[in-house]
């Protein structure tokens, strides 16, 4: 490997490649929207479903779900008119993330909170994705071992070693310049999404016939301890909060839709659809999974072993775990890399560390553009990452404290306020009143979910 030049690009040039708002041909239809939106919710949250449906019964469980796939898309179609908005100064702006749109609509004295709760989700969401990806990696190595040894046997495996190989792909990977480059990336995971959910129904439907029985009650798992019954429905409702809102990377994923037609219907339909889609997935992978399994359902479906057989099958479907999640880390921190360094070619535009790229040729590759900034930033990003998978490798208490932590500021409250201001909603008319009446409820949602999250977390630490 050898330097061959610096190309010298003016800084204005350079930002634009870091990823700030310089003006970009965007390329992006509904199709690609649909894929970027399938590949950031439908990851880590779906394997988890059968047990929150466990814990909460069979009738609040799949309430539990539709409701949150409501909310879900109220929220972003309130987010989706946010993209495009007047500015008496400029005139029309568009809004490219969700910081933009804070910044524009509520002022610089909340953008602070915002960002804050919004990369913190945005790096606990990668946090979530090493940790599927190592227990799915393991599960792999487990089938073959109970397919040749037996089901009693004593098959035990560690994760460190499938998180650091994670990780060293992810370091590969995150050169991927921004989320206009990475359609290819997108639309590959979320087929092998499709494909692990449909072997998980598959499997639930087909053990659920072999019991000849629906297993699973009204009320869940029962439990000595009404307070742990509460604990552990509060955590499932903080898992299925995780599992749905993709609110933090809506403008972003809009950001690359061309127009016309405008850029908030096609984002509109777009996040319909993939709601659809992934509302039926979770549906039945959920319900066939606590249906074959009632009481007894694993925290991971495809990992927990009720299905040992066919062997072959539960390694495909884990397998296409690890690749969506390889793309769904991407669609999480992609908005991270494009915050930091496009403020750092903001902040230090005379810099070569920051702006400069260089020309690097790889035998039997082509020549590729290497900036020092994005290569070590996004390096240390990774490792961090990683990192702090390795300490707290606890699935189903993980996702709830994410999804319980972050679902109301930053799928409800920014949404329903920057809305209110875009559309010069006063607050006391019926639409208004509706508006933040509906943040109020969702808040009450999340204090709940974010108390029982805790509590499992800091209990499976304790075990």
Known sequence: MAVLENTGEDAEQQAALLGNQIHKSKTGTIRTGIAHIITGVIGAGVLSLGWNVAQLG???????????????????????????????????????????????????????????????????AAVAYI???????????????????????????????YMLLFGGAQIIVSQIPDFHNMEWLSILAAIMSFSYSTIGLG???????????IKGNISGVPNTSTLKKLSLSFQALGDIAFAYPYSLIVLEIQDTMK?????????KKASLLAVLITTFF??????????????????????????????????????CVVVHLVGGYQVYSQPVFAFVEGWLAK?????????????????????????????????????????????????????????????????????????????????????????????????????????????????????
């Open 282 to 319: 979770y549906l039945t992978c959920a319900c066939f999974g606590y249906a074959a399994f009632g009481n007894d359902t694993p925290g991971n479906i495809l990992t927990g072993f009720g299905f040992y057989e066919p062997y072959w099958l539960i390694d495909f479907a884990n397998a």
């Open 58 to 124: 069979w009738v609040a469980g799949p309430i539990a779900l539709l409701l949150f796939a409501g909310v879900t898309l109220v929220a972003t179609f309130l987010l989706c008119d946010c993209y495009r908005a007047p500015d008496p100064d400029i005139g029309p702006i568009v809004n490219s993330s969700y910081m933009n749109a804070v910044t524009h609509f509520l002022g610089r004295k909340q953008v602070w909170y915002c960002g804050l709760l919004q990369y913190l989700s945005m790096c606990g």
């Open 347 to 463: 902040e230090f535009p005379n810099s070569g560390f920051v702006n400069d790229f260089h020309s690097v040729k790889l035998s039997l590759l082509p020549t590729l553009r290497v900036n020092l900034l994005r290569l070590c930033f996004r390096t240390a990003y990774v490792v961090s990452t990683t990192g702090i998978a390795m300490v707290f490798p606890y699935f189903n208490q993980v996702l709830g404290v994410l999804g319980a932590l972050g679902f109301w500021p930053l799928s409800i409250y920014f949404p329903v306020e920057m809305y209110i201001v875009q559309k010069k909603i006063n607050v006391w008319t019926t639409k208004g009143i509706l508006l933040r009446g509906f943040s109020v409820v969702c808040f009450l949602v999340s204090i709940v979910a974010l108390v029982g999250s805790i509590e499992g977390l800091v209990s499976a630490k304790l075990e």
């Open 203 to 213: 499997l639930g439907f087909a053990k659920v016939i072999g019991n000849r029985t």
């Open 131 to 161: 940790i599927t990806t190592s227990i799915s990696i393991r599960a792999i190595q487990k089938s073959n071992c109970y397919h040749k040894r037996g089901h009693q046997a004593s098959c035990s495996y560690g994760d460190d070693m």
């Open 259 to 267: 127009s016309p037609p405008p850029e908030n219907r096609s984002m």
